[in-house]
């Protein structure tokens, strides 16, 4: 034992520098997977960690319109026999626009106004800016708490006054970190003000998107309770929900994320362990000679195995380790660069878990990766001490080989499932990355194959290059398949990004309005459309709205203890903006059933497409609608598909004429001309200052933050796209220093034949560059066949090639591979050629 | 003791079966000092490798102290070679990764021995080479790497020492002193020494002579 110990050591010692490839493909490849799952894991604690917190309460019940003295009684029976429930209180939330009171002040904010009553939180804890816990003294008598990025919107301070519809309020503090604080997206800043001054600003009654909250805190598991609410209250438009449904909902959420992205640490992982069985191949093969001495020694090859498998190992568990630390590092970064946007509690910590998991992935993926190419010392034979038997054939059926190889795939299958999380998912991933590598592989043949003939035309510089391209052990498809992959992922999400962008460009989309008006009341209408048209010099397009939530579907209400449903709630149970219309919108098509044409007895109305989907419904099914406490049902007339690019309006359900015009309505209204940023703030503010209950959506504003939102997740995909280029570098680098004899030796034979340093480095660039040129190309084809093919049947956009792009690409990739090869080989142009050839 | 009963080689060459050695039978006994002469490509390397369990014949049996090498599985061969035999070859064959001192100490460290680190001191004392155990094969000259060589085929107290074309590579006071070395050692220890060699002067000092001449063996005669 003690021999192996010692061999393994003194090889490591002796060889690290070759195997330092190898070190750094397993590292690269368990720092994705770490960094990925630990950033997800602590960011699912971060966001749905504490959940109670989130909600600020054990569970609440919430509505759209006001409760009901029904619904408020049925709720307080069964609320008041529970022996759990320890506190309750009250909130409203509902959208608004905040401005200064200063008039020469032209800023104009969103804001996401929350309406509280003492106590408040019942859960978690709420503490302003300056670290003191907060005081419900503050809201009293007109006061708010804001969010400090509502301070910079409006360009105001702590102190200065701010009107909220028709409300005005002194900014009394901002805070630190608020309950509930860290879910997903906002409108704008949130701003605290007390319950009561909600109805005094004339919120409550302007018919906005106002969300009333019965919040309690109970001493134990509030799930039966909640489950006993809902049954009572089903038929009504109250949403029951407990703070662990939400938490389920993101967990599940979290964890599909976290074992997709794992799917994309382990694809560079992967990468990593073609890089190992590259370099364990090659280093095998180096090892032929000491392997035969140690045989003729009276080494048994098992030993020898044993040897280098160690050997693997030690490698493989240190790579791990340091990948461990290049995640810590990757968090770090993270955390610099992105804090701001991230929330508050999250931890930027590597979770040990994780680093276990990641340091198992890091060794077996060394050992499934090598065990192949290290079961060829068993067939390397003492005797080629007397008689070099490279030459000797080798055993066609070869048992041990084949188990080992089956053992290798059911490995990595078994590895893909563990990430993914699921089978099926997982043996998808290695079939995908199998079929990629194949067709990438057979582009790289085809390719080489070509480029043999090119040697016969360029000139020495050239043909040198393709021969060395050709050189016996040559890595050329290798490299070509692992840098390839790495521009394919890289070009392919940029790509993609340039359409996305091109079809949300703002400026260039016609069809889009500029600004959107909603919660018009009906005596705003007209002079609020008479001041569009003075401003704009356009007729305001004006249509009424009427808000109303699905009550029961063909007759029956809709089961949330259902959990696939429930799962849907935030869709199916929300309040919908519905109009009502005789006829169809350009980009509108109707799918199925016919539009009206002509009045019919019972009411109609019109759904769009994956809302039928999700409601399972069909033309002649019938929708019972909530609309301020009144129920109409209506028939589905047709289903509806959307053009969401050339969308002026998007409503999911549309009446036919006859049945809404009695209802509750505020109308909508949309100015399509483009006004430059300066005219359109000036025009909002006129409007707000004229109209304060109204609410105008500035469309730049949502495709920028649309923009914004592809760009970052362009950034990440392209972040991982880098790491598989890094992984094909390193690739690369290790097949270079692997073949790097050959190519000193090579260079000894030319140099005593004349060729001069100048023609050796010329050689030495045209192979890199055409390796690199290669490289991009297969990346760049299939990029664009990705792209377009996404493009097309996903995002059903308008592709469009990107000539300057993919051009880019290809020459980056390959000036990219030059110098990486030219800097890793570039020591072999001063070698001396008398020391080599003797050597020999 | 070591016994040939009717070894012959045959190899594929291209299209044609090629033979190396062809029916050779011989026996050396165990002290005994034998070199082995001919010309390129006469076989005499080939039949050194068999003995070694190298490779293995393509009829006939080979056997060692009364134990049919020929019939031996790998691991079995290694282990007989690693317990009974050492090897020197005319390029040395030292391990590139390792240190002079430690290529001496791998054959005992593969037998498990214990003192094998103060044993590769005394065989590196033996060779002359006490200052030069760590450096590495290519910091040394040939002759240092042979010298290295045979303090490693000596590490195991080997009862043969199989030595194919020792000086071959070296210049001519340093192939004297390589063979003074080995001849040296094998009084010493009393181990069997078998030399391949082109040099007739050094096959002149052996107790016994083998000419071999295309795969036959053409004399056997006591010097």
């Not at chain 1, 529970?82 to 969103?110: C, G, Y």
């Not at chain 1, 109707?590 to 769009?608: F, H, K, M, Q």
């Not at chain 2, 490798?49 to 293995?56: E, F, N, Q, T």
């Not at chain 2, 037998?111 to 065989?123: K, P």
């Amino acid at each position: 034992m003690s021999f192996i110990f010692n061999l393994t050591f003194r090889e490591i010692r002796s060889s690290w520098r070759r195997l330092l490839f190898f070190f750094l493909c397993i590292a690269i490849g368990v720092g994705s997977v770490v960094a990925l799952r630990s950033l997800i894991q602590n960011l699912s604690q971060a966001v749905g960690g504490d959940t109670r917190a989130l909600m600020t309460a054990d569970f609440q019940i919430s509505s759209t319109s006001d409760f009901s003295p029904t619904d408020i009684q049925k709720i307080e029976e069964i609320v008041g026999k529970s022996t759990i429930v320890e506190a309750r209180n009250e909130a409203i939330t509902s959208a608004a626009m905040a401005r200064p009171v200063d008039e020469t002040s032209e800023t104009l904010s969103f804001v996401e106004l929350k309406g509280i009553e003492p106590p408040f939180p019942l859960v978690g804890e709420f503490t302003t800016s300056d670290g003191k816990p907060f005081d419900f003294k503050l809201l009293e008598n007109g006061g708010a708490v804001v969010s400090p990025l509502l301070l910079d919107d409006l360009k105001v301070k702590i102190g200065d006054r701010i009107k909220i519809s028709d409300g005005t309020f002194e900014i009394r503090a901002t805070f630190s970190e608020e309950p509930g604080g860290a879910s997903g997206f906002r409108l704008g800043p949130r701003v605290f003000i007390e319950k009561k001054a909600f109805d005094s600003a004339g919120i409550t009654t302007s018919g906005g998107r106002v969300r009333r909250l019965i919040l309690y805190r109970t001493s134990d598991n509030p799930t039966e309770l909640v489950k006993s609410l809902r049954d009572n209250l089903k038929g009504s438009t109250l949403t029951v929900q407990s703070y662990r449904e939400t938490q389920e909902n993101l967990g599940e959420q979290f964890t599909r994320t976290e074992n997709y992205l794992s799917l994309t640490g382990l694809l560079i992982l992967v990468l990593g362990g073609v890089g190992v069985w590259n370099v364990a191949r090659v280093f095998v093969e180096q090892k032929r000679r000491s392997v035969a001495v140690l045989k003729c020694l009276g080494a048994s090859g098992t030993r020898i195995i044993a040897v280098y498998l160690l050997q693997i190992l030690t490698l493989g568990l240190l790579g791990s380790f340091f990948g461990i630390f290049l995640a810590q590092c990757f968090l770090w970064f993270t955390k610099y660069r992105f804090a701001d946007a991230l929330p508050a509690s999250l931890a930027y910590t590597v979770n040990l878990s994780v680093a276990w998991q990641g340091i198992l992935l890091g060794v077996l993926i060394s050992l499934l990766f090598s065990a192949l190419p290290l079961l060829q010392v068993r067939n390397i034979k003492p005797r080629l001490l007397l008689h070099d038997a490279s030459g000797e054939k080798m055993r066609r059926l070869d048992l041990p080989r084949a188990v080992i190889g089956a053992v290798s795939i059911v490995g990595l299958l078994a590895l893909a499932a563990w990430q993914a999380g699921s089978l099926k998912v997982g043996a998808f991933f290695l079939v995908g990355l199998g079929l990629t590598s194949l067709f990438l592989y057979v582009a790289a043949v085809v390719l080489t194959k070509i480029l043999r003939n090119a040697r016969n035309f360029g000139s020495f510089s050239i043909a040198q290059a393709v021969n060395s391209l050709y050189r016996p052990g040559n890595q050329t498809r290798i490299i070509l398949l692992a840098v390839g992959l790495g521009a394919f992922v890289v070009l392919a999400v940029q790509s993609l990004q340039a359409n996305l962008v091109r079809e949300f460009d703002f400026t260039r989309n016609q069809t889009l309005p500029s600004l959107f008006i909603v919660d018009i009341q009906k005596s705003q209408i007209d002079e609020l459309a008479r001041i569009l048209e003075e401003k704009t010099g356009e007729a305001a397009q004006t249509l009424p709205t009427v808000r109303a939530r699905i009550a029961y579907v063909n007759g029956q209400p809709i089961d949330y203890q259902n959990r696939e449903t429930r799962q849907q709630q935030g869709q199916i149970g929300r309040e919908f903006a519905v109009t009502y219309r005789a006829n169809l919108d350009k980009n509108e098509t109707v799918l199925d059933g016919e539009w009206w044409t002509e009045d019919a007895d019972v009411p109609r109305v019109s759904i769009e497409e994956e809302m039928a989907n999700r409601l399972k419904v069909a033309v002649g099914d019938s929708l019972t609608f909530d609309i301020s406490g009144r129920k109409i049902t209506a028939q589905i007339a047709n289903v509806r598909k959307l053009d969401l690019r050339n969308t002026r309006t998007a409503f999911i359900f549309v009446f036919a004429p006859g049945v809404l015009e009695k209802a509750p309505q505020t109308f909508a209204a949309n100015v399509i001309k483009k006004l430059p940023e300066t005219e359109r703030q000036r025009l909002q503010r006129n409007l707000i200052d004229r109209f304060p209950n109204v609410q105008i959506f500035d469309v730049a504003d949502i495709v920028e933050a649309f923009q914004k939102l592809v760009n970052n997740f362009v950034l990440a995909i392209s972040f991982v796209g880098s790491f598989v280029i890094l992984s094909g570098m390193l690739i690369l680098i290790g097949s270079i220093a692997l073949t790097k004899s050959q190519r000193i030796y090579e260079n000894a034979i030319l140099k005593t034949l004349g060729a001069r340093r100048l023609t050796l480095t010329s050689i030495l660039f045209a192979e890199y560059g055409l390796l690199g040129i290669l490289a991009g190309v297969i990346g760049a084809v299939f990029a664009t066949a990705l792209s377009f093919a996404v493009s097309k049947y996903i995002f059903e956009i308008e592709w469009q090639f990107d000539f300057g792009l993919t051009l880019l690409g290809i020459l980056v990739t390959a000036v990219l591979v030059t110098i990486v090869g030219a800097l890793a080989s570039f020591d072999v142009l001063f070698r001396k050629p008398l020391a080599t050839l003797r050597s020999q | 003791m070591i016994e040939l009963k009717n070894i012959s080689k045959v190899v594929r060459s291209g299209a044609e079966d090629l033979t190396i050695l062809d029916n050779v039978s011989l026996s050396i006994a165990d002290g005994e000092f034998v070199a082995i002469t001919g010309a390129s490509g006469s076989g005499k390397s080939t039949l050194l490798g068999l003995i070694a369990g190298l490779d293995a014949p393509s009829s006939g049996g080979i056997f060692i102290d009364g134990d049919e090498v020929t019939k031996m599985s790998e691991d079995a061969l290694a282990s007989l070679r690693s317990g009974k035999i050492g090897f020197v070859f005319q390029s040395f064959h030292l391990i590139p990764s390792l240190t002079a001192f430690e290529n001496v100490m791998i054959p005992m460290e593969i037998l498990g021995l214990r003192d094998a680190r103060a044993r590769a001191e005394r065989l590196l004392t033996d060779v002359d080479l006490t200052n030069r155990g760590h450096h590495y094969p290519t910091e040394l000259s040939g002759g240092e790497q042979q010298r290295i060589a045979i303090a490693r085929a000596f590490a195991n107290n080997p009862k043969i020492l199989l030595a194919d074309e020792p000086t071959g590579n070296l210049d001519s006071k340093n192939g004297q002193h390589i063979f003074d070395l080995m001849t040296e050692l094998h009084r010493q220890n009393n181990v069997t020494l078998v030399l391949v060699t082109h040099d007739q002067g050094l096959a002149d000092k052996a107790q016994r002579q083998i000419r071999l001449k295309d795969g036959r063996v053409l004399s056997d005669d006591k010097n």
